[in-house]
């Protein structure tokens, strides 16, 4: 963590460094644009007082719509820039004049009242893209190597969803950066402002069909998952999620059309659209490392293979939710034995419920015998009750020190290794296949588990968001 606020930190530097030498070598003076009335004869430009900024040209773009007037500075200080157009009465929609002011800055650097524009300005909107997109970089890679050091890891999902917020970010600049470096006119100061902040409602939009069909699927998965696993509040979780979704998105409509003061419903609107997008890139993440770990395949140099458990029939056979990481386990046993000679011992973890007739471990070895696999090669473990006991009962059986794979069902890999992890042990996973209806639950159980677990990185990120969201939206009001 500390290596990659580091590099955040030295990337930020580098580019306000770069920045700054734009800044001071990048030409000098200012260009303002400005829409020419169609009536307009002709233009006159001055200052007041006079000696401080110096019109050093015009010129027009290239449709002829606009004046563009180079300025440069003569002396430190401040003065009043006035635009005069000729034929344009006071009857016009256009003014007749136009006023702003004007500041010489040190290293003969203009700054502009009107437009907020100052000489260099669009490589301020150059180098934040791109030290956004250079975080984004950071954060991807600092995900990538976390997950080299530990597979499963809420601080790499963390990370990455980190890193897709802000290449959103960066990505939705690029409307000021392309014109700017094409010579045209990108705008002013105040209009990136305004983009960066509103950017997050753009997102929201974009992916408001996609978000109300995830709720859908949220919703339709539990009703099936409750028709055929019951009516426990686990099955329903992602309906009472989805409804929070849609929640979410009509409370974000009441506040873009509601009455409140202006500034209030802005700061709000801004704000909430933020938090929104941060917590839509995380639950991106979520599923992106949930997929890839259910789609894991393990290295064939295993010592044990162990396989959680999960409810059997009350004949003591397995359910098709059971048998499927039984067979997962039994189908990896023996491409290793093929593949390299080795002989893994397989561990069916699990106890006995109160409606089952046997532990599931026993249940499970039953299973692995009628297979055909030989009796000294399965060591059951039978007393765990729980994903994490199956983990630690069967930590005890394999020991330190081995190479251990455990299997289960594809929706539930991610969870294992995490809790794996939290008990300090950095084992592999491996997923059978499953019901589509299982997985938009297991997603949203790591989603809630990202944000607890790391819960002191979200509020900063959080608070951050907030910060930012606010703080610009009073500067451009």
Known sequence: MRKTLLALLLALAAWTGIFALCLLFGGGGLTLYFEIPPEAEGVRFETEPAGIVALADTSYSADGAELLLHLRAESRGVTQGILRWDGVGEESFYAPEIRMTLRALPFGILSDSLTGNFTGWGYLAVCLSLFLLTAALILFLASQRERRHAFYSYRATGELGLALFLLLAGFFRA???????????????????????????????????????????????????????????????????????????????WMSRSMLTFPLRNVLLNTYAGVFVYLECLLAATVVHAVRAGRHEPDYDKDYILVLGCRIRPDGTLYPLIRGRVDRAIAFWRAQLAATGKRAILVPSGGRGGDEPMSEGEAMARYMLEQGIPADAVLPECESATTRENLLFSRRLTGEGSRVAFATSSYHVYRGGILAADLGWNIDGMGSRTRWYFWPNAFLREFIGLLTSTRLQQVTALALIVILSVGLTLLVM
């Open 175 to 253: 409307d000021t950066v392309l014109p700017f470096l094409r010579g045209e006119n990108a705008g002013t100061v105040w209009a990136l402002l305004i983009g960066a902040i509103v950017s997050a409602q753009t997102f929201m939009r974009w992916t408001a069909v996609a978000l109300g069909a995830f709720s859908l699927l949220l919703a339709v998965s539990n009703l099936v998952l409750v028709r055929h696993e019951g009516a426990r509040p686990a099955n329903m979780l992602g309906i009472a999620v989805g409804l929070v979704i849609v929640g979410g998105a009509a409370f974000g409509i």
